[in-house]
């Protein structure tokens, strides 16, 4: 294990989580209104791991907020949301990937920013209705169907950079347990015990198939794109500018001497184009295999 993957397993974001105004008991509601303000009841600040799932804290943030609910909380899963500016917060994708799209900066601008403020806070709004919003996928299993979802993304990243799930699929019961586990405890000694399961699913150098990759844009459109990506070429490596500029060519020059339109951020890190890309799923894939690019347009500031 590399000190830029303990970097990574380490990495958190600062979120300010504000209540609905429509969940919000009235007497908060009047408050607010009189004093012209959000009062400190009704919103949250917490900080999260980047490579993990949003969802997971939920529990954690509505037992926060708990009191300032003008409802009974029976389920701390279903029929919860989150959203940035009315759009809404998928929870199946890392949140720092999620992040690093939906607020379309690449980290250098995000720099001057968090000096200007002190600190980068991501400002999002919990929601909550039978009616959920069209493609968000329910919860009905709790934290069960988040680990079987997540298991699943590692069978299918399994399948991408070896041919079949074998190696997945033959996990015992406490392997499998334990892979799970790591993640929720999210610590350094946890990072080890992941780092060592991680490994026995990846192929070794020369022999890797595809590389399980996971493109998010949020402008202009929010789309997912999941190309299929050889990490070699005739026994070349294969980099990532020539990924994008092949899905993306009104953004990513072919010639390597345009300018390029747009930037590609992994775990908020702005990566080189020319970096190969089975090299960058070893340093950079999330927690659940999957190497996920965030990418952000160039805005004329940023521009050379």
């Not at 809404?88 to 980290?107: H, Q, R, V």
């Amino acid at each position: 294990m590399s000190e830029l993957q303990r970097l990574v397993w380490a990495g958190t974001l600062n979120l300010k989580i504000k209540l609905d105004p429509e969940l919000v008991l009235t007497e908060l509601k009047v408050k607010d209104q009189e004093e012209d303000r959000t009062t400190n009841s009704t919103y949250v600040n917490v900080q999260v791991p980047r490579d993990s799932y949003l969802i997971l804290f939920l529990p954690h943030i509505i037992q926060k907020l708990g009191k300032q609910l003008r409802m009974n909380v029976r389920d701390y899963y279903q029929g919860w949301w989150f959203e940035m500016e009315n759009v809404c917060i998928p929870w199946n994708f890392p949140i720092g990937a999620l992040y690093d799209s939906f607020t379309g900066l690449n980290p250098k601008t995000r720099a001057c920013e968090s000096r200007e403020n002190s600190i980068n806070v991501w400002n999002l709004v919990l929601r909550y209705g039978k009616q959920l919003p069209r493609g968000f996928i329910p919860i009905r299993n709790g934290s069960e169907q988040i680990r079987e979802l997540w298991m699943h993304q590692w069978k299918q990243a399994c399948f991408v950079m070896n041919g079949n799930s074998k190696l997945v699929m033959s996990f015992s019961k406490r392997d499998t347990l334990s892979f799970w586990e790591s993640v929720l405890c999210r610590s350094q000694t946890s990072f080890a015990s992941f780092s060592d399961i991680r490994q026995r699913i990846l192929p070794v150098d020369g022999k890797v198939k595809s590389v399980p990759v996971k493109i998010h844009l949020a402008l202009p459109d929010i789309r997912l794109v999941e190309p299929v990506c050889s990490a070699y070429d005739n026994e070349r490596e294969v980099e990532l500018s020539e990924v994008l500029a092949r899905e993306f060519p009104e953004w990513f020059a072919s010639d390597g001497k345009s300018h390029n339109l747009a930037v590609p951020v992994i775990q908020g890190i702005l990566v080189p184009l020319e970096v190969p890309l089975w090299k960058l799923y070893q340093q950079l894939a999330s927690f659940d295999g999957f190497l996920h690019i965030s990418l952000c347009l160039v805005a004329d500031s940023d521009a050379p």
